[in-house]
Each structure stands twice: as structure tokens, then as C-alpha cells.
């Protein structure tokens, strides 16, 4: 009879670790989980028509046209950023400037009392939850572009607004209060030549200077600027994943490789004396600590105490509960079936905890933008060559405004990695979460203002 | 007994260990408005729509009463209203026009005639009807041609500017912005009327964003 009870709750305690935490994952995350909008879609039926959505797009926009859909807001900045950046490269400007002003437009909105954000910093939901926003690097990236933009509508004024934005995002971390505040020189150095390219020699003048006092890489740029100046994405982005035993730390490294030998082919000219401007990778790698590290640190170690407790509980509970039915002792027996349901819940919290950092990232930005300036280059027709690229690659966006003319390119395209570029457009299960209504709107507003037409148009 | 009472204190160790360490204002902040005479909380947000419909509402009040831009020895003053000297000087992208386009509206709804308004902007389309009509390509059209277009007595000029500060213990981010705007004589160069806008903007993003 006693063998035959300690038997029984052997099998009901074996039945119970296997399913309750799979049950309990749910019970977890559910009081944490917000509230849906009530127009929430399935998963299957967001990537069906996703599918159908970008099929009557150009090749090179139907792999960022099919995530947007996709994914919604949930990687609205990140997707917007990555489509933005590929039109600039097919010389689509228009499309592209409204790519990246609607990405800004989610940078700049203030998330308090967002509930995916709260729910990233619960226990029991990866950071992964929240609509994507970049890392200062990533933001800063994103009105530098915007900003390259405005210098080919000939609009120096907000080239300048856009630099000097770039250069403030990137002071905005919590740890760039000391050591690395304000060290991207590159984005204040253009707002300079902006400023001089406008008429306000003062207001350049002051800019340059600041940008040289932050930032050593650049003290031996002109100053001031010369007037045509030629910037080249090069090399790839910096690389984010999750270290620690539960990837709950954020690090960034160096991707792999590099694009030397750069030279400017320009009519009877070749200039190769090439210098960077900005180091991109070094401001990812140098951003220092995230106030959601410690948050997420934190997740990591209830989960470790959820799992010693849920630990010790079952071990104390099954031997109390095993010598109690042996014995003939209730209160015993009792004891342990509590021990026993503490370490089923607790081993069922220790499973639901998510302290993974959130490692998306802008895979297409380069790891640096190289610099070659001189007044005596005409940009028109201009080619440029590097150590992987014998034959001259003509110049992405070329902008003219009074005495002043920028060039922009990159060494590698920013098109889709399935198509031979560096965006990874990867396959995500759309998050619907608490986003039925935003990501309604949101796609209505793809269908509208990023048609077919519209993305084609140039 | 005992036994129980430690599950219970176990139980409840538990529940107390799903609490995290949150960083201040881990929820984020939600703008609020301060009066920009008085020192605020670090934050940044910048100009928006209200902005621009209470700035330039601001400013055409200012100017209707401003005595140098009203009529003299019976002559209504003649002011160029854009943004070709309105310069942006801030860390924010913004289209000019649309606040020099809402003041010139309103200014010149609101005028009644006590200034009259050139249309600096579309000086290329007036030379090209005036040439069609002097090349008789067109008629006169039913006022008539004039020897010469407006010239203006006055324009307006002005700056956005903004200054951003950031505070890395509260997470709180602010910035003040302060939009000028000036009535410039196009003759002498005197400023002949000078008006100002600015508020201080405070928020902070969620600990998931910094």
C-alpha cells in the first residue's frame, strides 16, 4: 500500500515537471502580456499575405517590401532603414527619403507607457518583444542618410538639422556620458560643410571645430572643407549578438573583412588618398552599457534563483512526501506535496524567464564611410574602383548646390542578402501582439505611400 | 506546521525575486510641457503642429499691432512673407515653409489691407505671363499690364535654433526651442519689427531605449 502511494506520486511528480512548465509558460507570460487590440491576425495568414503583397514589387524591393508587411511595427525602423538605404543605392531618392522620415518618425516618438516596451522589460518576455529602434550607432546611421538626402534636394539647411540629429543620437546613451559623448566627428564635420555650403561661414567654422576637439580620427581633414566632397560606405556592419549563459549580454564586434585600396576615378584624375571620415564600427563597439543590461541581468538572475529553488523544493518536497507516505505521517506527507508544487512552479518560472538581449540589427550600414575631397574633381561620370573591384562602379547619388557637390557610394550593395547585398531581410514569425491596430495602419499605409508606382518611380 | 510556514515564506521569496531592479523612470515619462523661463528636466522633443499653429497665430497678432507695419501717409506697407531668409538652425529636419506659409495666410486674411503682400516666390511664373502678354502670344488680361512688378518695403527673416541636453542619471532627455522672427527694411537693412517663440520640451524614452 505505502509502495504503492510513494509509487503514485513518483508518477504524478514526473507528470508534472514534464507539462506544467509548458503550461505555465503561458500563465507566466499572460499577466505580463498587455492587452490585444482585437484585430490581431494569425501568423500564417501575415506571412501568406505578405507574400502577395510584394509580389508586384521590383526584384530588388520585393524581399524589404515582403518584411514591412511582415513584421509591421514590430521592425518598422529597422525594416524602413534597410529599404531606405537599398532605394538610395538604385537612385530612387524620393521613395527612400520617405522610407527613412518615416523610420525618424518612430525614433523621435517618445515610447512611455508603451506596453511592448514594458512588456520587454519583464521577466518573462524577451527584449525582443518591443518595436525595434536601433542602437545610437544605428540611429545616428539613419539621419546620416537622411541627411545625404536632403544635400540632393539641395535643402543645406536641414542637411545640416539631419547631421547635427545624427551626431546628438549618438551621444544618446546611458553611458556615453563621459568617455565616448559626442565622438562621431564625422556627423558634425558634415553639418560644417553644410553650414559653409549655405553661406554661414561662422556657423561652419564653429562646427568643424567641434567636430576635430571630439573626435582625433578626423584633425586632419580640411578645414575648412573643400567644397566637392566624396564619401564611401565601406567594409560591413558591425556584428550584435547575445553572450552570458541565457544571451542576456549585448555585444558588438567588427564584422569580417575589409575594402581597401579605394581610388576616385574622375575624367583624366585619380585620387586614392582616401581617409575615414567615420569609424561606425568603433562607435557600436564603444556605446557602452544599456540601462535594459541591467534589466535584463536581472532576469538572468531570477532565473538562476527560480532554478536552485525549484531545485531544492522538489528534492525536499518528493523525500518529504515519499518518508511521510512510508511512515503514515499526514502533516508530512502534506509538507512535501507543498515543496513539490513550489518546485514545479518554480522550475516552471525558471523556464519562462527570458533575459535574451534583443540582437537585431541594421546588417547593411558599413563599417565605415571613407572621405576624399577636392575642388578640382567633377563628380559627373566619376567611377570608383577598391581591392575586390577592378572595374570602375559609378557613384550612387550625386548632388550639386551652388559651389558645393557631394558623391556617395558603397563598396558593398545594401540590397537584399538573397540578391548578393548585406541587408539580411531574415525570416521573422510576425509579432502581432498588442499591434493589431498600429500594424493595420501601418500596412495601409505601405499600400498607399509605398506602392509599386511610387517605389519605382525615380 | 513549520514546514508549511516556510513554504509559504519560500513561496512568497519567490514571487518577491520576479521583481527586477528597474533603472529611473523605466516606464519612460510622458512629454510635458514647462515653462521655458523656469529650469526643466532634461529631455527633447521638438516642434510640432501645435507649435506651428500657435507660433505663427502669435506672431501675426504681433504684427498687426506693430505700428511700423501698418499704413503710412495713407500707403498700405508692402512685406514679402517666406522662408527664403527663414533659416533652420537646429538639430531638427523641419519644412520652413510650412510656418512662414501659415504666417503670410493668416497675416494677410487677417490684414485687411493694412499691409499688401508680394509674392516673392512666384516671381518666375509673373515674368512668364508678362512675357507672353508683351509678346502678344496672350491678351492683357482684364487688369491690364503694369510697367513693373511689386517692389517690397519690407521681408521677413528669421532662425529655428534649438539647444539639446541629455541626463544620463534620470534618462530624461530636453530640448529648448526658440524660433525668431524678424521684419527686415529692404532699403536700409533696419529690423523694424522683431517677434520670438520658444518652449521647453522634457521626456523620457523607456529603459528598453537608452
Known amino acids: 500500500m505505502k509502495s504503492r502511494l510513494s509509487l503514485t506520486l513518483s508518477l504524478a511528480v514526473s507528470a508534472a515537471l514534464t507539462t506544467l512548465p509548458v503550461l505555465a509558460q503561458g500563465s507566466f507570460r499572460n499577466p505580463f502580456g498587455g492587452s490585444d487590440t482585437g484585430a490581431e491576425q494569425d501568423a500564417q495568414t501575415v506571412t501568406t499575405d505578405a507574400g502577395s503583397f510584394a509580389r508586384p514589387y521590383d526584384t530588388w524591393a520585393a524581399p524589404f517590401m515582403n518584411a514591412l508587411y511582415r513584421d509591421g511595427e514590430w521592425g518598422a525602423v529597422l525594416n524602413l532603414s534597410e529599404f531606405g538605404l537599398a532605394a538610395m543605392e538604385q537612385g530612387r531618392y524620393a521613395i527612400a527619403a520617405k522610407a527613412l522620415d518615416q523610420a525618424i518618425m518612430r525614433v523621435e516618438s517618445i515610447y512611455a507607457g508603451d506596453e511592448n516596451a514594458s512588456k520587454a522589460r519583464s521577466t518573462f518576455n524577451a527584449e525582443k518583444v518591443k518595436d525595434f529602434k536601433g542602437e545610437p550607432y544605428e540611429r545616428s546611421m539613419l539621419y546620416f542618410y537622411r541627411g545625404l538626402l536632403y544635400v540632393k534636394e539641395g535643402d543645406l539647411q536641414n542637411a545640416r538639422a539631419a547631421f547635427l540629429a545624427a551626431d546628438r543620437h549618438d551621444t544618446l546613451s546611458a553611458a556615453e556620458d563621459t568617455a565616448f559623448a559626442g565622438d562621431f566627428g564625422m556627423m558634425k564635420y558634415l553639418a560644417g560643410w553644410a553650414s559653409y555650403c549655405d553661406g554661414d561661414a561662422l556657423r561652419g567654422e564653429q562646427l568643424v571645430s567641434e567636430a576635430k576637439a571630439a573626435d582625433n580620427s578626423i584633425a586632419a581633414l580640411p578645414s575648412p572643407p573643400r567644397n566637392h566632397l566624396v564619401l564611401i560606405d565601406t567594409g560591413p556592419a558591425p556584428v550584435k549578438w547575445g553572450d552570458g549563459q541565457y544571451r542576456q549580454i549585448l555585444k558588438l564586434q567588427a564584422g569580417t573583412g575589409s575594402d581597401d585600396g579605394l581610388t576616385l576615378h574622375s575624367g583624366e584624375r585619380t585620387l586614392d588618398a582616401f581617409a575615414t571620415l567615420g569609424n561606425v564600427t568603433y562607435q557600436a563597439t564603444t556605446r557602452g552599457g544599456r540601462e535594459v543590461d541591467g534589466i535584463l541581468a536581472g532576469k538572468a538572475q531570477f532565473k538562476d534563483t527560480a532554478g536552485t529553488v525549484g531545485n531544492v523544493a522538489l528534492n525536499a518536497g518528493a523525500q518529504l512526501a515519499a518518508v511521510g507516505a512510508m511512515t503514515g505521517n499526514r502533516d508530512m506527507s502534506g509538507a512535501g506535496l507543498v515543496g513539490l508544487l513550489i518546485g514545479v512552479v518554480a522550475k516552471a518560472a525558471e523556464a519562462s524567464a527570458n533575459p535574451a538581449a534583443d540582437v537585431r540589427a541594421w546588417t547593411s550600414l558599413p563599417a565605415q564611410v571613407d572621405i576624399v575631397a577636392d575642388d578640382d574633381v567633377s563628380l559627373d561620370a566619376a567611377t570608383f574602383t577598391w581591392s575586390r573591384q577592378a572595374s570602375g562602379k559609378p557613384l550612387a547619388l550625386s548632388a550639386s548646390s551652388g559651389k558645393c557637390a557631394l558623391g556617395w557610394a558603397r563598396t558593398r550593395p545594401a540590397l537584399s542578402a538573397d540578391q548578393g547585398g548585406t541587408a539580411v531581410v531574415a525570416s521573422e514569425q510576425p509579432d502581432e501582439r498588442n499591434r493589431g491596430d498600429r500594424n493595420k495602419a501601418f500596412r495601409a499605409m505601405l499600400a498607399s505611400d509605398f506602392s509599386p508606382q511610387a517605389v519605382q518611380s525615380r | ?210
Open chain 2, 1 to 210: 506546521m513549520n514546514v508549511r510556514k516556510l513554504a509559504a515564506v519560500c513561496f512568497a521569496s519567490m514571487l518577491a525575486g520576479c521583481a527586477t531592479q528597474m533603472p529611473p523612470n523605466a516606464g519612460g515619462v510622458a512629454t510635458i510641457s514647462a515653462n521655458p523661463e523656469l529650469a526643466g528636466p532634461v529631455q527633447g522633443v521638438g516642434i510640432e503642429g501645435h507649435d506651428i499653429i500657435g507660433m505663427s497665430d502669435q506672431m501675426m497678432r504681433d504684427m498687426l499691432a506693430s505700428p511700423r507695419l501698418g499704413p503710412a501717409q495713407g500707403k498700405s506697407p508692402r512685406v514679402i512673407v517666406d522662408a527664403q531668409y527663414f533659416a533652420n538652425d537646429s538639430t531638427q529636419p523641419i519644412n520652413r515653409n510650412i510656418i512662414t506659409d501659415r504666417l503670410r495666410v493668416n497675416l494677410n486674411r487677417a490684414a485687411q489691407g493694412r499691409m499688401t503682400f508680394v509674392g516673392r516666390q512666384y516671381a518666375q511664373a509673373v515674368e512668364a505671363e508678362r512675357q507672353l502678354k508683351r509678346e502678344a502670344v496672350t491678351d492683357v488680361g482684364t487688369t491690364g499690364m503694369m510697367r513693373a512688378t511689386l517692389g517690397a518695403d519690407y521681408r521677413l527673416g528669421g532662425r529655428i535654433a534649438s539647444v539639446d541636453e541629455r541626463s544620463a542619471k534620470s534618462g530624461m532627455i530636453q530640448r529648448f526651442t526658440q524660433i525668431t522672427f524678424e521684419m527686415f527694411d529692404l532699403e536700409s537693412s533696419e529690423i523694424v519689427w522683431s517677434g520670438i517663440y520658444q518652449f521647453l520640451r522634457a521626456a523620457a524614452d523607456d529603459a528598453v531605449y537608452r
